[in-house]
């Protein structure tokens, strides 16, 4: 059974954060970042091919996914169980009565916010990702917890996240997928 470390960080809202209470949250602490290189190493180890085209098809690959989500499409990386991860484009943007009638320049005369005026320009795109419900739930039952000190915590699970804690909830965002 596989070990995962995580670590207690306490948060603590500031004034701006209203509704926000004291709270600990738990955050899994990730030891190394493996590489394409790495990965293809891994898969060489295993009689399969040689790493430097094991490289450069995991590279390929991920260009072929940008591609494709770029396109509008949901790519799945699959496993012999099921999904893995599925990566697919998001978008955020939205217009509100209160926005109109704030910005009575572009919208003269108007006090409510209609489907028309929220406009390409005013939406923002991105990627998602999200793992297989069978990926995610074997990952769980096949791992035991060991807690490390927070000071001592090198890497946080997601260097880009912008998770701030708060009321003890969690921030897994979007369901699993049946996988």
Known sequence: MATNKYQVVEFTPNSNQVGMSHSFFAQAVVDNVITNKELARKIEARGISRAAEIKSILEEAANIIIEEVSENNRVQLEAADGVLVSIYPTATGSISDAYVQAHQDIYPGKTAATEDMLTADMVKWSLSARVGSKMAKQFAMNKTAQK????????????????????????????????
């Open 148 to 179: 490390v000190n927070y000071n001592a915590a090198q890497t946080p699970a997601d260097p880009e996240s912008d998770n701030q804690g708060g009321n003890g909830g969690s921030d897994q965002g979007d369901e699993n997928l049946e996988g």
